[in-house]
């Protein structure tokens, strides 16, 4: 880095740390963190803007007589103030289930720096997204096409009252490549982007601009389907959201509040025995990694839900005072990663094998539905209608609904093979409810 604070401030935090003890502090938390980054944007295929940015900030967060008090800032000479705020706010803050830290753990080293990132020049970013922008207007010069990369490396510290000093340096890269095709009222969205912490065969053009062809290409026919109920088919960036049901079903607060519709079923078979799901927070140069959590509590690999039976809820450390539980090490109680094991038969395989359903590769207002209890109704911005094994088309102006905890528990099938992005399978889930709009 051009410019490093971190070792300058460490001592500082450490009198912080005594000084909130002196006032009356029972804990005290300083989160730290520096970053430096290059980026460059597209917009209607012509390049906006290439960019560097340097961006400093901390967090006290302070717990004194039961309740908590935070604040935070970015002027290194106003620690003292900031402290002296974030004890007051705790006159006023929400109540602590805690009143100490619990002592450092022995903790996994897990890789997050790599210096191959800081090979990524500005100057390759530019002519890599003009590479991909060149592309599709090649396919088609009418679209407005966007794409954007960076490259970023940070350092970090973490100081609390009972020990916990632990400091860290990342570098991270992103690509993303996007299209918008309007044809009167219809517009056809399609995206694709990749990310990691090192440079690695994850940082593929071509795969990209195919992505996106797949996509001018099926969507170049239109297709109808009537009401029903059918299976869908969703890709490995889908999977994430009709796993938040799940995520949020496990968190331990909500478990004690009683507000979980998963509450009362741990160790049931509460979804199908073809799914399995393992957190795994150790593997390096995932952005979602984490060697411990917020109160310093060790991570590990957990499964979740194993053939179908939930195994585990996941708690915080003032989570699981609160319960009278064990911490799993999650900080706000959610899961780190939520990896899908794979099946036994490939996702080609499986798209062959429906006779008729929906490819769906992104919904408008997900979201926005009653994920808690596992309800969604939302429309379905990109889908295509899948007949005998084969895209034929694109659906448009059609809704799906369903319940995705009792969707879970049908015959539903995980592809043997995964992205190499996200490591999660393509998936088929029958049973979902799809209307579309009468003209």
């Known amino acids: 880095m051009r410019n490093t604070y971190l070792h300058n401030m460490l001592d500082r935090f450490a009198g912080l740390i005594t000084k909130a003890a002196k006032q009356g502090a029972s804990a005290a938390k300083v989160s730290f963190s520096h970053g430096e980054s290059l980026s460059c944007s597209f917009e209607a295929g012509r390049l906006k803007y290439a960019d560097s940015a340097e961006s400093l900030g901390y967090n006290i967060a302070t717990i004194r007589d039961g309740r908590s008090g935070v604040a935070g800032g970015n002027i290194p000479d106003a620690m003292d103030e900031l402290l002296e705020r974030a004890i007051s706010f705790a006159r006023i803050g929400a109540v602590a289930h805690f009143s100490h830290y619990p002592a450092p753990g022995s903790y996994v080293d897990i890789n997050s720096d790599s210096p191959r990132v800081l090979t990524l020049t500005r100057e390759k970013m530019i002519s890599d997204c003009q590479d991909m922008v060149a592309y599709v207007k090649s396919l088609d010069d009418s679209l407005d096409i966007s ?37 009167g009222t219809d517009m056809l969205f399609s995206y694709a982007g990749r990310g990691w912490l090192d440079l690695n065969e994850l940082y593929d053009l071509e795969a990209l601009k195919s992505e996106i062809a797949f996509d001018l290409q099926h969507a170049a026919r239109s297709a109808k389907i009537s009401d029903g109920t059918y299976p869908i088919y969703l890709p490995p960036r889908m999977i994430r959201s009709f796993l938040a049901p799940i995520s949020m079903g496990i968190n331990g607060r909500d478990v004690f509040k009683g507000s979980s519709p998963l509450k009362d079923e741990l160790g049931k078979q509460c979804f199908s025995p ?63 990663t939520m990896f899908v094991q794979p099946g036994q038969r490939s996702a080609d395989a499986m798209l062959k094998s429906i006779p008729k359903g929906l490819y769906i590769k992104q919904l408008l207002g997900f979201g926005q539905s009653n994920l808690a209890n596992g309800d969604f109704s939302c429309n379905a911005a990109l889908a295509y209608l899948i007949e005998d094994g084969e895209i034929v088309g694109r659906v448009k102006n059609a809704m799906v609904a369903g319940n995705i905890l009792c969707l879970l528990k049908g015959d539903i099938e995980f592809s043997s093979d995964l992205d190499p992005q996200t490591r999660q399978p393509y998936a088929i889930i029958p049973g979902v409810s799809v209307v579309t709009a009468k003209n």
């Open 147 to 183: 794409a954007s990369a960076d490259r970023s490396e940070s350092e970090s510290a973490v100081v609390n009252s009972a020990g916990l000093h632990e400091t860290d340096t990342q570098t991270s890269w992103s690509i993303s490549l996007g299209i918008q095709k309007t044809s």
């Open 274 to 336: 073809a799914l399995t799901i393992i957190d795994n927070p150790h593997i390096d140069f995932s952005p979602s990694s984490a060697a411990f959590d917020g109160a310093g509590i060790a991570t590990r690999p957990m499964t979740l839900v194993d053939q179908g039976v939930l195994t585990t809820f996941l708690y915080d450390y003032d989570s699981a005072c609160l319960a009278q539980a064990t911490p799993t090490g999650h900080s706000g109680c959610s899961p780190y």
